[in-house]
């Protein structure tokens, strides 16, 4: 006997019991499980409609007709999607060639109102020079450059070099006339206040108020960083950021001395005396300071040029003849111990002097940066340790 029939005796013999010890009892059992037989029988009768299996079969098919009807509704939908794309596909394709040509007439619009309101500019101030309105001439220079500044970073390289023309053009002509009228207003006070000069009278309060308005002039055709040219100077000088127009002007007459008298064959022009021109640079600083700082810092600071502090400025322009002038010097000194170690102590002394009696800013470029270039430091270092030693023996004999 086999598992399965003992396990269906097994079943027969917990659910029925006794039931199976009697005839009747098995008659009834059996009725029992016919009637259970005809029934799941004709549940699973096909052809009777009222089977559930029949009902559940049918569902399913009703069911399946409509996932198929809905299926063959959304590729037709899906179709009418695809070709109403490619319809507005097409649409976008031609309005973004509209757009893309309505940019170009609205770029080219633009383009031109630039051109013609340079165009118009430049009538203005040539109106203006003529009538030698210096006031006029510097405010339609300033709309001009005001201009150039908005586009240096424009991508029209040509309206760029055109608009940069421009500027450079009348840039030359107004600072010629403003360089010429601020001569004869510096002749007028008798700048640059070098020896016999020390002895004049006081300028008058008519060229003094006269130099205020050139300086205003020449602070209003200050081209901005964006439209300066970089000069790419040596590593040095690199360190000195362009003074402001009018000290550049003022400092020039200053810088021709300076040339006259520490280049060439003069005989000031000596490798062996740097204070000479130490010294020199210290009295133009002493003798000049004050007067740019009382006259011409106020009106640096009413136009609202704050970063602008024309004594620093001042100093830092006469500074930077005495770095270029030392860094020149160099390849000679050193071969020249004597002369080299001078040279060193004179720097330092003018450097301390600069800063403790003339309040040079420590964040300004100065005369160390000629002392700490990698060839000169190693040099000054050497000496150092050598006058040590020679100390040291001199103190042990």
Same mark, same amino acid.
């Given at each position: 006997?086999?598992?399965? *029939?003992?396990?269906?005796?097994?079943?027969?013999?917990?659910?029925?019991?006794?039931?199976?010890?009697?005839?009747?009892? +098995?008659?009834?059992?059996?009725?029992?499980?016919?009637?259970?037989?005809?029934?799941?029988?004709?549940? !699973?009768?096909?052809?009777?409609?009222?089977?559930?299996?029949?009902?559940?079969?049918?569902?399913?098919?009703?069911?399946?007709?409509?996932?198929?009807?809905?299926?063959?509704?959304?590729?037709?939908? !899906?179709?009418?999607?695809?070709?109403? =794309?490619?319809?507005?596909?097409?649409?976008?394709?031609?309005?973004?060639?509209?757009?893309?040509?309505? *940019?170009?007439?609205?770029?080219?619009?633009?383009?031109?109102?630039?051109?013609?309101?340079?165009?118009?500019? +430049?009538?203005?101030?040539?109106?203006?020079?003529?009538?030698?309105?210096?006031?006029?001439?510097?405010?339609?220079?300033?709309?001009?450059?005001?201009?150039?500044?908005?586009?240096?970073?424009?991508?029209?390289?040509?309206?760029?070099?055109?608009?940069?023309?421009?500027?450079?053009?009348?840039?030359?002509?107004?600072?010629?006339?403003?360089?010429?009228?601020?001569?004869?207003?510096?002749?007028?006070?008798?700048?640059?206040?070098? *020896?016999?000069?020390?002895?004049?009278?006081?300028?008058?309060?008519?060229?003094?108020?006269?130099?205020?308005?050139?300086?205003?002039?020449? !602070?209003?055709?200050?081209?901005?960083?964006?439209?300066?040219?970089?000069?790419?100077?040596?590593?040095?000088?690199?360190?000195?950021?362009?003074?402001?127009?009018?000290?550049?002007?003022?400092?020039?007459?200053?810088?021709?001395?300076?040339?006259?008298?520490?280049?060439?064959?003069?005989?000031?022009?000596?490798?062996?005396?740097?204070?000479?021109?130490?010294?020199?640079?210290?009295?133009?600083?002493?003798?000049?300071?004050?007067?740019?700082?009382?006259? !011409?810092?106020?009106?640096?600071?009413?136009?609202?040029?704050?970063?602008?502090?024309?004594?620093?400025?001042?100093?830092?322009? =006469?500074?930077?003849?005495?770095?270029?002038?030392?860094?020149?010097?160099?390849?000679?000194?050193?071969?020249?111990?004597?002369?080299?170690?001078?040279?060193?102590?004179?720097?330092?002394?003018?450097?301390?002097?600069?800063?403790? *009696?003339?309040?040079?800013?420590?964040?300004?470029?100065?005369?160390?940066?000629?002392?700490?270039?990698?060839?000169?430091?190693?040099?000054?270092?050497?000496?150092?340790?050598?006058?040590?030693?020679?100390?040291?023996?001199?103190?042990?004999?």
């Amino acid at each position: 006997m086999n598992l399965e *029939n003992e396990d269906l005796i097994r079943k027969l013999n917990e659910n029925y019991g006794s039931q199976l010890f009697t005839l009747d009892g +098995c008659l009834k059992l059996k009725e029992q499980f016919d009637r259970e037989t005809k029934t799941i029988t004709d549940e !699973l009768d096909l052809s009777s409609e009222h089977a559930t299996v029949a009902i559940t079969l049918r569902n399913a098919a009703d069911h399946c007709q409509i996932i198929a009807k809905t299926l063959s509704d959304g590729e037709s939908c !899906l179709e009418k999607v695809r070709i109403h =794309l490619e319809e507005v596909d097409a649409v976008k394709a031609e309005l973004e060639a509209y757009f893309e040509k309505l *940019n170009v007439l609205e770029c080219t619009a633009q383009y031109l109102k630039v051109i013609q309101s340079i165009e118009d500019l +430049c009538d203005q101030l040539e109106v203006h020079l003529k009538s030698n309105d210096d006031e006029l001439c510097t405010t339609a220079f300033a709309n001009i450059t005001e201009i150039a500044r908005h586009l240096a970073d424009t991508p029209a390289i040509h309206l760029r070099s055109y608009i940069k023309a421009k500027v450079d053009y009348w840039f030359g002509i107004l600072r010629n006339k403003l360089s010429q009228d601020l001569d004869h207003v510096l002749k007028a006070i008798h700048w640059p206040f070098v *020896n016999a000069n020390l002895s004049i009278e006081a300028p008058g309060e008519g060229s003094l108020r006269k130099l205020q308005l050139i300086v205003e002039y020449l !602070l209003q055709i200050d081209l901005p960083e964006e439209l300066v040219t970089p000069l790419h100077p040596h590593g040095l000088l690199s360190n000195f950021l362009p003074l402001s127009l009018p000290i550049e002007l003022m400092i020039a007459p200053l810088k021709k001395r300076f040339l006259f008298h520490f280049y060439g064959s003069r005989k000031t022009n000596r490798i062996d005396k740097p204070e000479w021109y130490f010294t020199k640079i210290l009295s133009w600083i002493r003798d000049h300071s004050g007067f740019v700082d009382k006259w !011409l810092q106020p009106v640096v600071d009413k136009m609202g040029l704050y970063h602008i502090e024309v004594k620093t400025e001042l100093m830092r322009g =006469l500074v930077q003849m005495a770095v270029e002038k030392l860094y020149g010097d160099l390849p000679t000194l050193q071969y020249d111990d004597f002369a080299f170690s001078h040279c060193i102590d004179e720097a330092l002394g003018f450097d301390k002097e600069l800063k403790m *009696n003339y309040e040079y800013p420590q964040n300004q470029p100065n005369i160390l940066l000629v002392l700490t270039q990698a060839q000169v430091f190693i040099k000054w270092m050497a000496m150092e340790k050598k006058c040590k030693y020679c100390e040291s023996l001199t103190h042990q004999k």
